[in-house]
Protein backbone atom coordinates (compact mmCIF):
# COMPACT_ATOMS: atom_id res chain seq x y z
CA UNK A 1 0.00 0.00 0.00
CA UNK A 2 1.22 3.70 -0.52
CA UNK A 3 0.00 6.32 1.47
CA UNK A 4 0.00 9.99 0.11
CA UNK A 5 -0.96 12.87 1.89
CA UNK A 6 -4.37 14.21 1.63
CA UNK A 7 -5.10 17.17 -0.56
CA UNK A 8 -7.77 19.84 -0.36
CA UNK A 9 -7.49 21.69 -3.56
CA UNK A 10 -10.33 22.09 -6.24
CA UNK A 11 -11.50 19.19 -8.08
CA UNK A 12 -10.57 19.93 -12.11
CA UNK A 13 -13.82 20.59 -13.49
CA UNK A 14 -16.14 19.74 -11.01
CA UNK A 15 -16.39 23.31 -8.95
CA UNK A 16 -16.15 21.08 -6.02
CA UNK A 17 -13.77 20.68 -3.58
CA UNK A 18 -11.28 18.25 -3.00
CA UNK A 19 -12.45 16.28 0.37
CA UNK A 20 -9.95 15.06 2.47
CA UNK A 21 -9.86 11.07 2.10
CA UNK A 22 -7.09 8.77 2.87
CA UNK A 23 -5.86 7.31 -0.35
CA UNK A 24 -4.84 3.24 -0.49
CA UNK A 25 -3.54 1.54 -3.44
CA UNK A 26 -2.98 -2.44 -2.98
CA UNK A 27 -1.87 -4.94 -4.82
CA UNK A 28 -4.19 -8.28 -4.49
CA UNK A 29 -7.73 -9.02 -4.65
CA UNK A 30 -9.93 -6.78 -2.54
CA UNK A 31 -11.92 -7.79 -0.08
CA UNK A 32 -13.50 -6.39 2.59
CA UNK A 33 -10.55 -7.30 4.81
CA UNK A 34 -8.08 -5.04 2.85
CA UNK A 35 -9.71 -2.39 4.19
CA UNK A 36 -9.78 -2.31 7.59
CA UNK A 37 -7.97 0.33 9.23
CA UNK A 38 -6.87 1.11 5.04
CA UNK A 39 -8.00 5.03 6.03
CA UNK A 40 -11.66 5.00 5.41
CA UNK A 41 -12.55 7.87 7.31
CA UNK A 42 -16.37 7.89 7.66
CA UNK A 43 -17.92 10.98 6.03
CA UNK A 44 -18.05 13.76 8.51
CA UNK A 45 -19.95 16.54 5.97
CA UNK A 46 -21.86 16.73 3.15
CA UNK A 47 -18.94 16.73 0.64
CA UNK A 48 -17.38 13.24 1.49
CA UNK A 49 -20.07 11.63 -0.35
CA UNK A 50 -19.38 7.93 -2.18
CA UNK A 51 -20.64 9.87 -5.38
CA UNK A 52 -17.49 11.93 -5.07
CA UNK A 53 -14.71 9.42 -3.82
CA UNK A 54 -15.92 7.15 -6.79
CA UNK A 55 -13.92 10.31 -9.08
CA UNK A 56 -10.74 10.92 -7.45
CA UNK A 57 -9.00 7.80 -8.61
CA UNK A 58 -9.14 8.58 -12.01
CA UNK A 59 -8.01 12.60 -11.79
CA UNK A 60 -5.17 10.41 -9.40
CA UNK A 61 -4.16 7.69 -12.18
CA UNK A 62 -4.29 10.49 -15.26
CA UNK A 63 -2.09 12.70 -13.35
CA UNK A 64 0.19 10.20 -12.72
CA UNK A 65 0.37 8.60 -15.94
CA UNK A 66 0.65 12.08 -17.41
CA UNK A 67 3.97 12.54 -15.43
CA UNK A 68 5.32 8.74 -16.15
CA UNK A 69 4.66 9.26 -19.47
CA UNK A 70 6.57 12.70 -19.91
CA UNK A 71 9.49 10.77 -18.32
CA UNK A 72 9.36 7.66 -19.88
CA UNK A 73 8.66 8.66 -23.81
CA UNK A 74 10.10 12.20 -24.00
CA UNK A 75 10.93 11.86 -27.50
CA UNK A 76 7.43 10.24 -28.26
CA UNK A 77 5.96 13.47 -26.81
CA UNK A 78 7.68 15.77 -28.41
CA UNK A 79 7.38 14.04 -32.00
CA UNK A 80 3.74 14.06 -31.58
CA UNK A 81 3.28 17.35 -29.55
CA UNK A 82 0.79 15.04 -27.19
CA UNK A 83 0.01 11.85 -26.14
CA UNK A 84 -3.04 9.76 -26.89
CA UNK A 85 -5.62 8.86 -24.46
CA UNK A 86 -8.62 6.87 -25.03
CA UNK A 87 -11.74 6.19 -23.48
CA UNK A 88 -13.95 3.37 -23.67
CA UNK A 89 -18.02 4.69 -22.25
CA UNK A 90 -18.12 8.52 -22.53
CA UNK A 91 -21.47 9.09 -21.78
CA UNK A 92 -21.88 12.63 -21.01
CA UNK A 93 -18.59 13.24 -20.54
CA UNK A 94 -18.03 13.46 -16.69
CA UNK A 95 -14.77 10.97 -16.65
CA UNK A 96 -13.45 12.87 -20.23
CA UNK A 97 -14.01 16.23 -18.86
CA UNK A 98 -11.74 15.08 -15.70
CA UNK A 99 -8.87 13.77 -17.91
CA UNK A 100 -9.10 17.36 -20.26
CA UNK A 101 -8.83 19.05 -16.95
CA UNK A 102 -6.27 17.12 -15.23
CA UNK A 103 -3.84 17.70 -18.38
CA UNK A 104 -4.61 21.03 -18.69
CA UNK A 105 -3.52 21.29 -15.07
CA UNK A 106 -0.17 19.45 -15.27
CA UNK A 107 0.61 20.99 -18.96
CA UNK A 108 0.71 18.08 -21.06
CA UNK A 109 -0.80 17.99 -24.21
CA UNK A 110 -3.62 15.13 -25.19
CA UNK A 111 -5.71 13.74 -27.43
CA UNK A 112 -8.58 11.73 -26.07
CA UNK A 113 -10.37 9.42 -28.57
CA UNK A 114 -13.67 8.90 -26.48
CA UNK A 115 -15.87 6.10 -27.65
CA UNK A 116 -19.54 5.18 -26.76
CA UNK A 117 -22.84 4.38 -29.29
CA UNK A 118 -24.11 7.58 -27.48
CA UNK A 119 -27.24 5.53 -27.76
CA UNK A 120 -26.58 2.99 -24.83
CA UNK A 121 -25.21 -0.63 -24.12
CA UNK A 122 -25.68 -3.09 -26.84
CA UNK A 123 -27.91 -6.29 -26.45
CA UNK A 124 -26.21 -8.28 -23.60
CA UNK A 125 -23.85 -11.35 -24.40
CA UNK A 126 -25.14 -14.67 -23.59
CA UNK A 127 -21.87 -14.45 -21.26
CA UNK A 128 -23.47 -10.39 -20.39
CA UNK A 129 -26.89 -12.29 -20.25
CA UNK A 130 -25.52 -15.67 -17.88
CA UNK A 131 -23.77 -13.24 -15.87
CA UNK A 132 -26.23 -10.43 -14.93
CA UNK A 133 -27.96 -10.24 -11.99
CA UNK A 134 -31.46 -11.55 -11.92
CA UNK A 135 -32.69 -8.09 -11.32
CA UNK A 136 -30.28 -5.61 -12.99
CA UNK A 137 -31.86 -3.28 -14.76
CA UNK A 138 -30.24 -3.32 -18.03
CA UNK A 139 -31.59 -6.58 -18.61
CA UNK A 140 -35.43 -5.29 -19.23
CA UNK A 141 -34.07 -1.65 -20.77
CA UNK A 142 -31.19 0.10 -22.73
CA UNK A 143 -29.35 2.08 -20.11
CA UNK A 144 -27.36 5.62 -20.92
CA UNK A 145 -29.28 5.90 -24.19
CA UNK A 146 -30.76 9.85 -23.03
CA UNK A 147 -27.37 11.40 -24.19
CA UNK A 148 -26.38 13.15 -27.40
CA UNK A 149 -23.17 13.63 -28.95
CA UNK A 150 -24.55 17.56 -28.91
CA UNK A 151 -24.73 17.47 -25.03
CA UNK A 152 -21.61 15.84 -24.48
CA UNK A 153 -19.69 18.81 -26.53
CA UNK A 154 -21.79 21.34 -24.76
CA UNK A 155 -20.56 19.63 -21.33
CA UNK A 156 -16.95 19.17 -22.32
CA UNK A 157 -17.05 23.25 -23.82
CA UNK A 158 -15.05 24.77 -26.52
CA UNK A 159 -12.22 25.43 -24.74
CA UNK A 160 -11.04 21.77 -25.00
CA UNK A 161 -12.64 21.18 -28.42
CA UNK A 162 -9.27 20.73 -30.11
CA UNK A 163 -8.20 18.34 -27.93
CA UNK A 164 -10.96 15.53 -28.15
CA UNK A 165 -13.22 13.70 -30.74
CA UNK A 166 -16.48 11.62 -29.84
CA UNK A 167 -16.47 8.20 -31.84
CA UNK A 168 -19.95 6.85 -32.05
CA UNK A 169 -21.09 3.58 -32.43
CA UNK A 170 -20.33 0.40 -30.75
CA UNK A 171 -16.97 -0.76 -30.31
CA UNK A 172 -16.80 -3.53 -32.58
CA UNK A 173 -17.49 -1.01 -35.30
CA UNK A 174 -15.65 2.00 -34.25
CA UNK A 175 -12.40 0.21 -32.58
CA UNK A 176 -11.43 -0.47 -36.43
CA UNK A 177 -11.58 2.50 -37.58
CA UNK A 178 -9.24 4.40 -35.10
CA UNK A 179 -5.66 5.46 -36.43
CA UNK A 180 -2.98 3.33 -35.78
CA UNK A 181 -1.43 5.11 -33.08
CA UNK A 182 0.04 4.39 -29.57
CA UNK A 183 -1.61 4.94 -26.34
CA UNK A 184 -0.60 6.46 -22.76
CA UNK A 185 -3.83 5.27 -21.07
CA UNK A 186 -6.61 3.46 -22.32
CA UNK A 187 -9.94 4.15 -19.68
CA UNK A 188 -12.35 1.20 -19.86
CA UNK A 189 -15.98 2.21 -18.38
CA UNK A 190 -18.26 -0.02 -20.66
CA UNK A 191 -19.74 -1.99 -17.92
CA UNK A 192 -20.33 -5.47 -20.10
CA UNK A 193 -18.02 -8.17 -20.63
CA UNK A 194 -17.96 -8.30 -24.12
CA UNK A 195 -17.45 -4.46 -24.25
CA UNK A 196 -14.67 -5.15 -21.72
CA UNK A 197 -13.09 -7.69 -24.21
CA UNK A 198 -13.39 -5.73 -27.30
CA UNK A 199 -11.07 -2.69 -26.17
CA UNK A 200 -9.07 -4.43 -23.70
CA UNK A 201 -8.01 -7.06 -26.74
CA UNK A 202 -7.12 -3.51 -29.07
CA UNK A 203 -6.06 -1.42 -26.63
CA UNK A 204 -3.44 -3.47 -24.50
CA UNK A 205 -1.01 -4.13 -28.09
CA UNK A 206 -1.17 -0.63 -28.40
CA UNK A 207 -0.45 0.71 -24.94
CA UNK A 208 3.18 2.27 -24.40
CA UNK A 209 5.23 0.96 -21.57
CA UNK A 210 4.19 2.70 -18.55
CA UNK A 211 0.71 3.09 -19.43
CA UNK A 212 -2.32 2.57 -17.96
CA UNK A 213 -5.40 0.88 -18.46
CA UNK A 214 -7.76 2.08 -16.30
CA UNK A 215 -10.94 -0.35 -15.20
CA UNK A 216 -13.71 2.09 -13.79
CA UNK A 217 -16.19 -1.08 -12.92
CA UNK A 218 -13.76 -4.08 -11.88
CA UNK A 219 -15.11 -3.82 -8.53
CA UNK A 220 -19.37 -2.94 -9.78
CA UNK A 221 -21.86 -5.30 -7.98
CA UNK A 222 -23.86 -4.04 -10.35
CA UNK A 223 -21.86 -5.20 -13.33
CA UNK A 224 -20.10 -8.35 -11.86
CA UNK A 225 -18.89 -8.93 -15.87
CA UNK A 226 -16.40 -6.66 -15.68
CA UNK A 227 -14.01 -8.52 -13.06
CA UNK A 228 -14.89 -11.47 -14.87
CA UNK A 229 -13.49 -9.84 -18.33
CA UNK A 230 -10.47 -8.39 -16.55
CA UNK A 231 -9.66 -11.52 -14.45
CA UNK A 232 -10.11 -13.44 -17.24
CA UNK A 233 -7.67 -11.05 -19.81
CA UNK A 234 -4.79 -10.84 -17.53
CA UNK A 235 -4.63 -14.48 -16.76
CA UNK A 236 -2.03 -14.68 -19.37
CA UNK A 237 -0.71 -11.04 -19.39
CA UNK A 238 2.01 -9.87 -16.35
CA UNK A 239 0.82 -6.93 -15.28
CA UNK A 240 -0.70 -7.15 -11.65
CA UNK A 241 -3.53 -5.60 -11.46
CA UNK A 242 -3.73 -2.55 -8.89
CA UNK A 243 -6.84 -1.34 -6.76
CA UNK A 244 -6.94 2.13 -5.67
CA UNK A 245 -9.59 3.35 -3.08
CA UNK A 246 -10.63 7.16 -0.99
CA UNK A 247 -13.16 7.17 1.41
CA UNK A 248 -15.19 4.43 2.61
CA UNK A 249 -14.75 1.08 0.12
CA UNK A 250 -18.18 0.65 -0.83
CA UNK A 251 -20.31 0.55 -4.29
CA UNK A 252 -17.85 1.09 -7.01
CA UNK A 253 -15.24 3.44 -4.98
CA UNK A 254 -12.45 1.24 -5.97
CA UNK A 255 -11.08 1.33 -9.12
CA UNK A 256 -7.97 -0.88 -10.83
CA UNK A 257 -5.52 -0.56 -13.27
CA UNK A 258 -2.21 -1.74 -14.88
CA UNK A 259 0.53 -0.14 -15.45
CA UNK A 260 1.82 -2.02 -19.26
CA UNK A 261 5.20 -3.83 -18.62
C1 LIG B 1 -21.05 3.94 -17.22
S1 LIG B 1 -21.22 4.69 -18.76
C2 LIG B 1 -19.72 5.61 -18.92
C3 LIG B 1 -19.59 6.71 -17.91
C4 LIG B 1 -18.57 7.75 -18.24
N1 LIG B 1 -17.24 7.22 -18.46
C5 LIG B 1 -18.52 8.84 -17.20
O1 LIG B 1 -17.41 9.21 -16.77
O2 LIG B 1 -19.58 9.34 -16.80
C6 LIG B 1 -20.94 3.34 -19.86
C7 LIG B 1 -21.02 3.74 -21.32
O3 LIG B 1 -20.45 2.69 -22.10
C8 LIG B 1 -21.13 2.66 -23.34
N2 LIG B 1 -20.91 1.33 -23.93
C9 LIG B 1 -20.86 0.14 -23.30
N3 LIG B 1 -20.60 -0.84 -24.17
C10 LIG B 1 -20.44 -0.26 -25.38
C11 LIG B 1 -20.12 -0.75 -26.68
N4 LIG B 1 -19.90 -2.07 -26.90
N5 LIG B 1 -20.02 0.11 -27.70
C12 LIG B 1 -20.23 1.45 -27.48
N6 LIG B 1 -20.54 1.99 -26.27
C13 LIG B 1 -20.64 1.14 -25.24
C14 LIG B 1 -22.58 2.95 -22.99
O4 LIG B 1 -23.26 3.49 -24.09
C15 LIG B 1 -22.43 3.94 -21.82
O5 LIG B 1 -22.60 5.27 -22.26
Same mark, same amino acid.
Given at each position: ??????????????????????????????????????????????? $?? +?? @????????? =?? #? &???? /? !? %?? $?? +?? @????????? =?? #? &???? /? !? %?? $??????????????????????????????????????????????????????????????????????????????????????????????????????????????????????????????????????????????????????????????????????
Amino acid at each position: MIETASQTDALPGTGEERAPATPFHFEAEAGPELFAGAGSTPPSDAR $LN +PA @YFERIPLLE =IT #E &ATLA /R !G %RL $LH +PE @YYQKHGKFF =IA #E &AGTY /R !G %RG $LLSVLEVAKKVNTNVYVYALDSFEGLPPLSARDSETAPENASYRKRTLFADVTEREVHAYIGPAHKPNYELVKGFFCDTLPTLPKIKYLMAIIDCDLYSSHMDCMEYFYNRLLPGGVMFFDDYHSSHYPMAKIAVDEFLASRPEKLMHVGYGTPKGNNVKTYIVKS
